[in-house]
């Protein structure tokens, strides 16, 4: 049954969201030290705020392959990249005061960010949201993100394997905490049985229909690419959870304590407030010390998004050479700069 409450015929205007920090800043390394101490117990670690040198290929890609695009929110601490044309009139450039109630700044967490998207001024009702690892390297259209006004999404039932500490398991254990108190997993699936027995989902079809006997959901197929979202959506999730959202907007880091902005994506899966859509739409990388086949994939242009996650499971020892490498894969297929550069 279709919720009532959304308005599926509002603005055909999609924004984009874009997430960015400078670690190498040294006055916001300075407030950052103001704030939080090696005794912290939340997510320090340097690959949380380190700077690949390539946003400009952001910019690049989304003119060159969604110029439909309505408008851009850049989310900056209050660094700017030298480079960036502040008079782009697609650009809105939003500072964490601008949009993030007082008393939860400063942060250094992505979580108290994400969620309070929904209060940047002037964002339109259907957004998508991306991380500053996340580029689009092909042409798409706002069916690749929206369909007859729900987000596109791919919903996969997937328990979640941590394979390396300070993962994002917990995290999504705390998600799934509150999905499986608010949802019934049987009646989701009746009342939607189409979008989750999709046959757009692939092989990924088989991990939903293994999961079927069991009670509750177990968790998420979760792709780590831009998400698409309704603004209404953010809204009525803080309204019904305000004490949880509350209390991990208050945590200066990313914690295990934390719910995350999965849980908004989470709400509207279970709600059936989204078209289905297969997910090899892109892929996620995570860089090591052989990028070998991120960089062929940039290159080739294997897909129409990629996400380049930096971790720490395999330390790359070579950071700059690695840098290198990436900045001209992406030179490669998008060597003019933009109007977003100066």
């Known amino acids: 049954m279709v919720d009532e409450r959304v308005n599926y015929s509002m ?7 874009l997430t960015w920090v400078d670690g190498n800043d040294p006055e916001w390394q300075k407030v950052k030290k103001q704030y939080i101490s090696n005794k912290d117990t939340g997510d320090n670690r340097d690959i949380r705020f380190r700077d690949w040198g390539n946003l400009q290929f952001w910019f690049r890609g989304v003119e060159s392959f969604v110029p439909w695009v309505n408008k851009i929110h850049f989310i900056t601490w209050g660094h700017l990249p030298k480079w960036l044309n502040l008079n782009h009139p ?43 690892d996340t580029f689009i390297t092909r042409h798409m259209k706002k069916s690749d993100f929206f369909v007859n006004g729900l987000p596109c999404d791919t919903a996969v039932i997937r328990p979640l394997i941590n394979t390396f500490r300070m993962s994002t398991g917990a995290i999504v254990s705390n998600n799934m905490e509150i999905i499986n108190t608010n949802y019934n997993k049987n009646e989701v699936i009746k009342n939607n049985f189409f979008k989750w027995f999709n046959l757009s989902y692939g092989k990924h079809f088989i991990s939903t229909l293994l999961m079927m006997p069991y009670k509750s959901f177990a968790g998420f197929l979760n792709p780590h690419l831009p998400n698409s979202f309704l603004k209404q959506t953010f809204e009525e999730l803080w309204q019904d959870e305000y004490e949880v959202l509350n209390k991990t907007c208050y945590n ?4 295990g304590r934390d719910v995350n902005q999965w849980l908004v994506r989470y709400k509207q899966l279970v709600e059936g407030k989204f078209s289905p859509r297969n997910p090899s739409i ?32 395999d330390p790359i020892r070579h950071f700059e050479k690695e840098k290198k490498l990436l900045i001209n894969a992406f030179q490669e297929i998008l060597p003019e700069k933009s109007s977003f550069e100066v």
């Not at 949009?99 to 009702?125: C, M, Q, W």
């Not at 200066?252 to 914690?255: E, F, H, P, T």
């Not at 892929?283 to 971790?311: F, G, H, P, S, W």
């Open 282 to 313: 892109g892929r996620t990388y995570n860089l090591t010390n052989d990028n070998k086949e991120v960089v062929d994939a940039i290159r080739t242009q294997k897909y129409k998004m990629i996400c380049i996650n930096d971790n720490d499971k």
């Open 11 to 17: 603005s055909d205007k999609i924004d984009f969201v």
């Open 252 to 255: 200066k880091l990313r914690d």
């Open 90 to 132: 697609k650009l809105n450039v939003v500072n964490h005061q601008d949009y993030i109630p007082e008393k939860y700044l400063p942060t250094f967490s992505s979580h108290v960010i994400e969620l309070n998207l929904h209060r940047i001024k002037g964002l339109a009702d259907k957004f998508v949201y991306f991380n500053d």
